[in-house]
């Protein structure tokens, strides 16, 4: 078995690898330091065996694959009536960055920014002026949250970080419309600091598989055995990944792939089959969407070649 997962992994990595269109993120100026040549995919089955390729032990910033996990915490801690109440579950059809609300001006779901930042200020104080330090202290839980579902401590890249602070205008202009709209129960600038932090967290393609793993195992860890997540929450986040997690590509992504997934403008994609197998996948160069290019292939091949999509009736 093992022999053969590694000969169809080295396989896929060398279909996938060929192609270098898309381009590296540049509009956080850290994030255009990277090697766009990185590749690296790592599965982590439900048993916690993990099988992984090329660069598996690069750390890149989570970015957008935070946003299931926070959601996840904020499910986990305030229930879904107080979470419903800010935040919906219908896709977008929109960019991530998009500027937009629906008809309860909430933002439309978790998975694009206005939704994120909306959970993590669910998981602030209700208070105007929060301040430096409790942000430290809800980023040191979500760093233990975001740790237990890898099954490793994972660290902040504080160049990222910087760099996200000082070029959000558009994540803080949305914060700000969520304020005006009175949605927003916290101190916008505290929201917005959390966020940049969740979205700076390193992690590899293990880790990613993992995460991937533990959601597709109905929130219990694999390979610590901890329940991180309850049950009834990871089937609310592996659904909401499913119809928003690829931003405006979604429709498609899930005709073709048929994968709950979460891409990041880091060059990660997170890919889960329920019941199964968690993916983990880093290529730094990005399509019009946001997506990495090589990660959408390579989930297409896997998709496609071992039967994954969720609705396949063979
Ligand atoms: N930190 C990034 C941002 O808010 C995350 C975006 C992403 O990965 N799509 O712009």
């Not at 998981?123 to 760093?143: I, K, N």
């Not at 329940?227 to 592996?238: G, M």
């Not at 160069?285 to 997506?291: C, Q, V």
Request: proline share 4%; charged share 20%; net charge negative.
């Amino acid at each position: 078995m093992a022999s053969l997962v590694d000969r169809y992994l080295s396989h896929i990595t060398t279909a996938c690898t060929a192609d270098r269109s898309g381009a590296v993120a540049d509009y956080i100026p850290e994030l255009a330091q990277v090697d766009p040549e990185g590749y690296g995919l790592s599965l982590c089955m439900h048993d916690g065996q993990i099988y992984s390729r090329g660069d598996s032990t690069v750390e890149f910033t989570i970015q957008s694959i935070s946003k299931p996990l926070s959601y996840a915490m904020a499910l986990n801690r305030l229930g879904y009536v107080r979470v419903d109440e800010k935040i919906g579950v219908e896709p977008s059809g929109e960019a991530f960055n998009e500027i937009s609300v629906d008809d309860r001006m909430r933002p439309k779901n978790p998975m694009i920014n206005a939704g994120a930042i909306q959970t993590v200020s669910l998981l602030l104080p209700p208070v105007r002026d929060v301040s430096a330090q409790t942000v430290g202290h809800v980023f040191d839980e979500l760093v233990t949250f975001y740790s237990a579902c890898a099954g490793r401590r994972l660290a902040l890249d504080s160049a990222v970080y910087g760099s996200e602070a000082s070029t959000g205008s558009r994540n803080r202009a949305i914060a700000y419309m969520l304020d005006s709209f009175g949605v927003m129960d916290t101190d916008p600038e505290a929201a917005l600091d959390l966020y940049y932090r969740q979205c700076s967290l390193r992690v590899t393609t293990d880790d990613l598989a993992v995460i991937g793993a533990t959601l597709a195992n109905g929130g219990a860890n694999p390979r610590t055995g901890r329940q991180v997540i309850a049950q009834e929450v990871a089937q609310r986040v592996l659904s909401v990944m499913t119809t928003c997690g690829m931003y405006d590509g979604a429709g498609d992504w899930v005709t073709s792939v048929g994968l709950p997934a979460k891409s990041g403008v880091g060059g990660g994609i997170l890919a889960t089959l329920p019941g199964q197998l968690g993916i983990g996948i880093y290529s730094p160069r990005l399509d019009r969407h946001g997506n990495s290019v090589r990660g959408i292939d390579t989930c297409r091949h896997l998709s496609t070649d071992l039967g994954l999509h969720m609705f396949n009736l063979n």
